[in-house]
Nanobody, 124 residues
Framework: QVQLVESGGGLVQAGGSLRLSCAAS????????VGWFRQAPGGNRAFVAA????????DYLDSVKGRFTISRDSAKNTFDLQMSSQKPEDTAVYYC?????????????????WGQGTQVTVSS
């Protein structure tokens, strides 16, 4: 089993920045990719960004490209999401998740380990 713990959420004004971190522990040798997802109030959980454990492949939701950056720290087994130029529509609970599968990086169903989530609120 892989344990994931998110941190770094909070309140930020529109145009501001926040950095989320996801710490992975446990059977991390089984992880192929770590993804960030978000769920807005009343909405479905949706893909935001993903990075392979090796760091060799990165994918972003179109609406966050150029504003969000996903990265990994191999020494700490952490996966960060740097969010800049934030918009009110970025308000959501953000989750990190891991999968051992190489395909379908944006598909929620392939991710089998999830963190507890961290709230991000962007005020206008």
């Amino acid at each position: 089993q892989v344990q994931l713990v998110e941190s770094g959420g909070g309140l930020v004004q529109a145009g501001g920045s926040l950095r989320l971190s996801c710490a992975a522990s446990g059977r991390t040798s089984s992880v192929y990719r770590v993804g960030w997802f978000r769920q807005a109030p009343g909405g479905n959980r949706a893909f935001v960004a993903a990075i392979t454990w090796s760091g060799g492949s990165i994918d972003y939701l179109d609406s966050v490209k150029g504003r969000f950056t996903i990265s990994r720290d191999s020494a700490k087994n952490t996966f960060d999401l740097q969010m800049s130029s934030q918009k009110p529509e970025d308000t959501a609970v953000y989750y990190c998740a891991s999968t051992g599968r190489a395909n379908w990086p944006r598909l929620i169903g392939v991710y089998n380990n999830w963190g507890q989530g961290t709230q991000v609120t962007v005020s206008s």
